[in-house]
């Protein structure tokens, strides 16, 4: 099929093209997955091992998920405190999220109080970035002739990590599929360098590819397992927990315990079992969030409690690590 | 004569930004050049969503040669101040040029290669580009000194003619090489020169020039919405929005369940603009169909088919969350949705939310019970009267706080308290919680389906209203009540605690609650008595704390001027219901005094605000101030009409020579020190009169006006008929301003022309005779108080 005629034209290297692009331009273009003999297209699984290939192969750790309840995959030390410092780290891995507020008893198709996200961090932010994205997206099979992705403004930021980047939600045909950050600051520190933050939602994704309305109908692997199998029960439980059974005084107490041994691990100079604890107190919160027992006018006291126990962290973090950064950076300083 | 092009390429900048951007780009460029003394012929510049392009047509080869002259020492000045001079220019002596025994150094400076400067402007430009907001990226980020820019900065074009300027900056070096489209044309491309910059980038699919983005967007979107029997809703921001997302726009129609339209359509018009950046489409009937517009960024294989199919799915998807939404606030009821209000703080000082609902509910009584709302005519029984919007009629003398029990009036009180109690209710909602611009509007959706009074869900849905220029202003009486109560309450309590708009900072809205007062009050002639409005809604502001006050049975007389001071604080004072006694007492007083005082405050600042609204409407600042200068009037309706009354007046030419006669009247009394009897709003402040008393815009200027009319000696003809013409024009001007009438007043003013030319003719004001002077001055005393009962004609310009 040939429409408008393609730039390249000019340069005597083809036709030109509408639908298929010219070979130079095919080339520069990511490829979409073609898998044979497994059934198309990608089971959840399989998407996650894909996305795990295909950022082994560029040079990314592959980590696991971090042991602790956290509301997203940037809480993970790995991205947190890997943030800062300027030495260059590059890490994937899947994290579970949790959002007590976002259960629905297993109700509604789209929504989850424990999902998964896929993570990226790159630091320093490679100048390819967004081809390095485009690729992966090819990689778990969409077909950029046939599919409409856009970079839509959205600045990001983290009210409890005291943290912010400029970047976009990633759309897919109209629906957000991921999260791109550059972030800026960590823990009110200023990222130097900075890195790139990618941030998939899984389900969605593969919602997407596997043309479902249903989370909970998605197939999680090429065997007949489908996600709802494996999380229904989970989310109706969770859900109710979350809502109705959870005890409040204990959560409170909970989330005095876990302040209070964060400003202990800090005071014994220990970032990362301080920062753990700040993971800990940031979930009881929401916990307690979802149980509708925080006003208002305390929310924004809890959120800021958060924050100040996040960024001690990364100030000692910082504090800590500073004298090898320096060593190794000249002229670095936090 | 070269042109100049340059590309700054990056990853994708915010659509919101790139407007301005490419404004700015031209701007900073030219101002750039400017500096070197270039400038082109044409300046365009674009913006895509990967690009900011600038086009300089007809630039030199060269910036012209300049001579540029210094002035130095005088011949045989002292050898120090040559020599300074001589390095200061780093000539020699005979390089100096004397003229009239001084010397001159000039320098001729060659013309700089054009290229150049341009070589120069790019990075200079770059670096100080204002974006709203920037970041650093990449290696270079090590240093919090490295570029900023929107997004990384990825490539720079820079042409002239067809050579590379060559620049470099962070990494980034120019060249001819950029790229097409992200998907159908993602190799590199290479730009000849400005020439074909826009047409190669075309074939690549790109459309450089944001305003043809927008028109192919706006045609596809309608022909899409035309082929389904549709027509679209068209929406500027959208697509401004859509041009600055896609360097390829494909418009697309989608369909999503009619079931769906069973959701507000608001929602529905909300979730698929803000969330999804879709137009929505109206059936033939007019009402909103279940279609939308897309716009996508490639020329898909399939025809667009996938890309349709995937955002009817998220669309699906966001509006069952609002349908769920909907169901689920439509369960319960508001009552008890404005019960949560109580968790929900308006303002520390202030109280909850629900503290201000109580608040507006009592006012929006008050409002209707003392006969400032009134009912519709044709709603109401005969003798309840419309509100006297046309300015011609009195104000009835005996105004009908309780209108007849068969009547509306009853009902109109409850009504309003009803809808004040319910109006804020949704602000707790699911929905609103999720959009909250639906606010009110949803409130008025739930109420109605919860079977209130239409006009109670009419009156909440529209008591935000208006809020800003051009929005429908309400006129139903239920929904001015709860909106005026609404609004005076804001500013009241925000002046009661000290938190007044200062210079550009205004966080809570006041200046536009205030606008929305004076549009409500002009639009339904609404007699609102705003000094006393102001003090009761002050009295409650403070909920909780020692200095709450309930003025219950606040009481004023319609159509009056406006309180001074002491009457206000008399009427205050009466009105509470528990009687000041003990050593509390001094308390109370103190309280009176404080809302005294901001109430003084806070007429001023609606003054203000009319004075800005009148003058941006169009009426003369000057007769403007003529008007208020008279000082103290509380009724915004009243001061209109004699405003645009005087307006006409000053322009015929009775009144320009009324004018020139009343100047130079003014004038002579000024010079023999005659005082103002009639002086503005102050003097007659003083006074201590009760709140019945007419005020000094009513009352007879001068008392030595009353027995000015007999002379006591032989009166020149000019003079008599001046005393004559004052003897007939005094009182008619007085009934007509009464009445309201205030082209009456002006025309019974307009006969003091032709005495008061002629008087100035042929009369000699300082006369030798002490009496015969005094006697004259007191005739132009009695015709400048005269012209004062309808405006201060000193404030009147020419």
């Known amino acids: 099929?040939?429409?408008?005629?393609?730039?390249?034209?000019?340069?005597?290297?083809?036709?030109?093209?509408?639908?298929?692009?010219?070979?130079?331009?095919?080339?520069?273009?990511?490829?979409?997955?073609?898998?044979?003999?497994?059934?198309?297209?990608?089971?959840?699984?399989?998407?996650?091992?894909?996305?795990?290939?295909?950022?082994?192969?560029?040079?990314?750790?592959?980590?696991?998920?971090?042991?602790?309840?956290?509301?997203?995959?940037?809480?993970?030390?790995?991205?947190?405190?890997?943030?800062?410092?300027?030495?260059?780290?590059?890490?994937?891995f899947v994290q579970p999220c949790r959002r007590p507020t976002d259960g629905r008893y297993g109700e509604n198709p789209n929504r989850l109080q424990h999902y998964y996200q896929y993570q990226v961090i790159l630091k320093p932010s490679p100048p390819d970035l967004q081809e390095l994205y485009l690729g992966s997206l090819a990689a778990i099979g969409i077909d950029f002739t046939r599919h409409d992705i856009r970079f839509v403004e959205d600045d990001w930021e983290s009210p409890t990590l005291g943290a912010w980047g400029l970047g976009w939600e990633v759309w897919c045909d109209g629906m957000e599929v991921t999260q791109f950050t550059y972030f800026q600051q960590m823990g009110g520190f200023d990222c130097k360098p900075v890195a790139g933050e990618l941030t998939y939602g899984l389900e969605r994704l593969a919602m997407y590819i596997q043309n479902k309305d249903s989370v909970y109908d998605l197939a999680f692997n090429d065997e007949g397992v489908s996600y709802g199998d494996v999380f229904l029960e989970n989310e109706r439980e969770m859900s109710k927990w979350n809502f109705e059974i959870a005890d409040t005084d204990a959560l409170f107490d909970l989330f005095r315990k876990a302040a209070a041994e964060c400003e202990r691990s800090l005071e014994a100079k220990l970032p990362i079992p301080a920062y753990e604890q700040a993971i800990e107190a940031s979930h009881i919160f929401n916990l307690l969030n979802a149980r509708g027992v925080i006003s208002v006018a305390e929310r924004q006291a809890y959120i800021g409690r958060v924050r100040d126990l996040a960024k001690g962290a990364c100030a000692a973090w910082i504090e800590k690590k500073s004298p090898e950064w320096e060593a190794a950076y000249p002229g670095w300083a936090a | 004569?070269?042109?100049?092009?340059?590309?700054?390429?990056?990853?994708?900048?915010?659509?919101?930004?790139?407007?301005?951007?490419?404004?700015?780009?031209?701007?900073?460029?030219?101002?750039?050049?400017?500096?070197?003394?270039?400038?082109?012929?044409?300046?365009?510049?674009?913006?895509?969503?990967?690009?900011?392009?600038?086009?300089?047509?007809?630039?030199?080869?060269?910036?012209?040669?300049?001579?540029?002259?210094?002035?130095?020492?005088?011949?045989?000045?002292?050898?120090?101040?040559?020599?300074?001079?001589?390095?200061?220019?780093?000539?020699?002596?005979?390089?100096?040029?004397?003229?009239?025994?001084?010397?001159?150094?000039?320098?001729?400076?060659?013309?700089?290669?054009?290229?150049?400067?341009?070589?120069?402007?790019?990075?200079?430009?770059?670096?100080?580009?204002?974006?709203?907001?920037?970041?650093?990226?990449?290696?270079?980020?090590?240093?919090?000194?490295?570029?900023?820019?929107?997004?990384?900065?990825?490539?720079?074009?820079?042409?002239?003619?067809?050579?590379?300027?060559?620049?470099?900056?962070?990494?980034?070096?120019?060249?001819?090489?950029?790229?097409?489209?992200?998907?159908?044309?993602?190799?590199?491309?290479?730009?000849?020169?400005?020439?074909?910059?826009?047409?190669?980038?075309?074939?690549?699919?790109?459309?450089?020039?944001?305003?043809?983005?927008?028109?192919?967007?706006?045609?596809?979107?309608?022909?899409?919405?035309?082929?389904?029997?549709?027509?679209?809703?068209?929406?500027?921001?959208?697509?401004?929005?859509?041009?600055?997302?896609?360097?390829?726009?494909?418009?697309?129609?989608?369909?999503?369940?009619?079931?769906?339209?069973?959701?507000?359509?608001?929602?529905?018009?909300?979730?698929?603009?803000?969330?999804?950046?879709?137009?929505?489409?109206?059936?033939?009937?007019?009402?909103?169909?279940?279609?939308?517009?897309?716009?996508?960024?490639?020329?898909?294989?399939?025809?667009?088919?996938?890309?349709?199919?995937?955002?009817?799915?998220?669309?699906?998807?966001?509006?069952?969350?609002?349908?769920?939404?909907?169901?689920?606030?439509?369960?319960?009821?508001?009552?008890?949705?404005?019960?949560?209000?109580?968790?929900?703080?308006?303002?520390?000082?202030?109280?909850?939310?629900?503290?201000?609902?109580?608040?507006?509910?009592?006012?929006?009584?008050?409002?209707?019970?003392?006969?400032?709302?009134?009912?519709?005519?044709?709603?109401?029984?005969?003798?309840?009267?419309?509100?006297?919007?046309?300015?011609?009629?009195?104000?009835?003398?005996?105004?009908?706080?309780?209108?007849?029990?068969?009547?509306?009036?009853?009902?109109?009180?409850?009504?309003?308290?009803?809808?004040?109690?319910?109006?804020?209710?949704?602000?707790?909602?699911?929905?609103?919680?999720?959009?909250?611009?639906?606010?009110?509007?949803?409130?008025?959706?739930?109420?109605?389906?919860?079977?209130?009074?239409?006009?109670?869900?009419?009156?909440?849905?529209?008591?935000?209203?208006?809020?800003?220029?051009?929005?429908?202003?309400?006129?139903?009486?239920?929904?001015?009540?709860?909106?005026?109560?609404?609004?005076?309450?804001?500013?009241?309590?925000?002046?009661?605690?000290?938190?007044?708009?200062?210079?550009?900072?205004?966080?809570?809205?006041?200046?536009?609650?205030?606008?929305?007062?004076?549009?409500?009050?002009?639009?339904?002639?609404?007699?609102?008595?705003?000094?006393?409005?102001?003090?009761?809604?002050?009295?409650?502001?403070?909920?909780?704390?020692?200095?709450?006050?309930?003025?219950d049975s606040l009481s004023f007389v319609p159509g009056n001027i406006v309180p001074n001071g002491k009457a206000l604080k008399a009427a205050l004072e009466a009105s509470l219901a528990q009687p000041l006694q003990g050593p509390a007492g001094s308390t109370w007083q103190q309280l009176i005094d404080e809302i005294v005082a901001a109430v003084k405050d806070a007429t001023a600042f609606f003054a203000d605000r009319l004075k800005v609204q009148q003058r941006e409407a169009g009426v003369r600042h000057d007769l403007i101030d003529a008007v208020f200068a008279l000082g103290g009037e509380d009724d915004l309706v009243r001061l209109l009409a004699r405003v645009k009354a005087l307006q006409a007046f000053v322009t015929t030419e009775d009144g320009a020579n009324l004018l020139a006669g009343y100047k130079r009247a003014a004038n002579i009394l000024k010079k023999e020190g005659v005082a103002t009897a009639s002086a503005p709003a102050e003097a007659g402040a003083q006074g201590g009169e009760g709140p019945s008393n007419p005020g000094p815009l009513l009352s007879q200027g001068s008392e030595t006006a009353q027995h000015a009319s007999g002379f006591a000696y032989d009166a020149e003809p000019a003079e008599a008929a001046l005393a004559s013409a004052l003897d007939a024009a005094e009182p008619k001007a007085t009934a007509a301003i009464v009445a309201e009438d205030f082209e009456g007043a002006m025309a019974a003013l307009a006969t003091l022309r032709a005495p008061i030319d002629a008087f100035f003719d042929s009369v000699t004001v300082n006369d030798a005779d002490p009496v015969k002077r005094a006697a004259r001055l007191g005739l132009l005393a009695r015709m400048r108080d005269a012209v004062h009962k309808v405006a201060d004609f000193a404030k009147i310009e020419g």
Request: charged letters at 25%; glycine letters at 10%.
């Open chain 2, 1 to 551: 004569m070269t042109d100049f092009l340059l590309e700054l390429r990056s990853e994708e900048i915010p659509a919101r930004m790139q407007e301005k951007a490419r404004e700015d780009l031209a701007r900073l460029f030219v101002a750039e050049l400017d500096k070197a003394g270039l400038k082109a012929a044409e300046v365009v510049s674009y913006a895509t969503p990967r690009r900011l392009a600038l086009i300089l047509k007809g630039l030199p080869a060269k910036t012209a040669a300049v001579s540029e002259e210094t002035k130095g020492p005088r011949v045989g000045a002292p050898p120090q101040a040559l020599e300074g001079f001589l390095r200061k220019t780093g000539l020699t002596a005979d390089q100096l040029v004397e003229r009239d025994g001084v010397l001159f150094a000039i320098v001729d400076k060659p013309g700089r290669a054009t290229a150049e400067v341009l070589a120069a402007a790019i990075p200079a430009v770059i670096r100080a580009f204002p974006w709203p907001k920037s970041m650093r990226w990449g290696a270079d980020s090590l240093s919090t000194e490295s570029l900023r820019w929107v997004r990384p900065l990825q490539g720079i074009v820079a042409l002239f003619g067809s050579d590379v300027v060559p620049c470099e900056i962070a990494g980034v070096t120019s060249g001819a090489a950029t790229v097409g489209h992200r998907f159908h044309h993602p190799g590199a491309i290479t730009i000849g020169s400005a020439d074909d910059y826009v047409e190669k980038l075309r074939d690549a699919h790109v459309i450089v020039d944001g305003a043809e983005r927008r028109n192919i967007i706006a045609l596809g979107a309608k022909m899409a919405a035309q082929k389904a029997g549709l027509s679209l809703i068209e929406d500027e921001g959208l697509l401004f929005e859509n041009a600055g997302l896609t360097e390829w726009p494909m418009p697309l129609l989608g369909r999503f369940d009619e079931a769906f339209l069973a959701v507000p359509p608001e929602v529905i018009q909300l979730t698929a603009r803000v969330n999804q950046k879709y137009f929505v489409c109206r059936d033939s009937a007019g009402k909103l169909a279940n279609a939308f517009v897309c716009v996508a960024n490639i020329d898909a294989a399939d025809g667009g088919e996938k890309i349709v199919a995937g955002n009817q799915k998220v669309l699906a998807a966001r509006l069952s969350d609002a349908r769920f939404f909907y169901e689920t606030d439509l369960k319960v009821p508001l009552e008890a949705q404005a019960g949560k209000l109580e968790k929900i703080v308006f303002h520390e000082k202030l109280g909850t939310v629900a503290d201000k609902v109580e608040r507006v509910a009592k006012l929006a009584r008050w409002l209707v019970e003392s006969g400032v709302i009134k009912p519709l005519p044709f709603r109401g029984g005969v003798g309840v009267g419309d509100s006297a919007s046309t300015g011609g009629l009195a104000p009835s003398s005996a105004p009908t706080p309780n209108p007849s029990p068969e009547g509306e009036g009853l009902d109109l009180a409850s009504l309003a308290e009803r809808a004040a109690r319910l109006a804020k209710a949704d602000l707790v909602t699911g929905m609103v919680g999720e959009f909250p611009e639906l606010q009110g509007l949803m409130g008025g959706y739930y109420a109605a389906a919860q079977g209130e009074d239409p006009a109670v869900a009419a009156a909440i849905r529209d008591h935000y209203k208006p809020v800003g220029q051009g929005d429908d202003v309400p006129t139903d009486p239920v929904t001015v009540a709860v909106a005026l109560a609404d609004k005076l309450d804001t500013i009241a309590a925000f002046f009661r605690i000290d938190e007044k708009p200062t210079g550009s900072k205004d966080p809570f809205a006041l200046r536009r609650a205030s606008l929305g007062i004076l549009a409500l009050c002009q639009v339904n002639g609404t007699r609102l008595p705003l000094h006393y409005a102001l003090a009761k809604a002050m009295g409650a502001a403070l909920p909780f704390s020692r200095k709450h006050l309930e003025f």
């Open chain 1, 1 to 92: 099929m040939k429409g408008r005629v393609c730039g390249h034209r000019d340069d005597g290297w083809g036709e030109g093209h509408r639908l298929t692009p010219c070979a130079p331009c095919a080339k520069a273009l990511p490829k979409p997955h073609r898998v044979t003999n497994l059934s198309e297209p990608l089971s959840f699984q399989r998407m996650i091992l894909t996305l795990h290939d295909y950022w082994s192969t560029r040079g990314c750790l592959i980590l696991q998920p971090y042991d602790m309840r956290m509301g997203a995959g940037t809480f993970h030390p790995a991205t947190t405190l890997r943030a800062l410092g300027p030495e260059p780290w590059n890490a994937a």
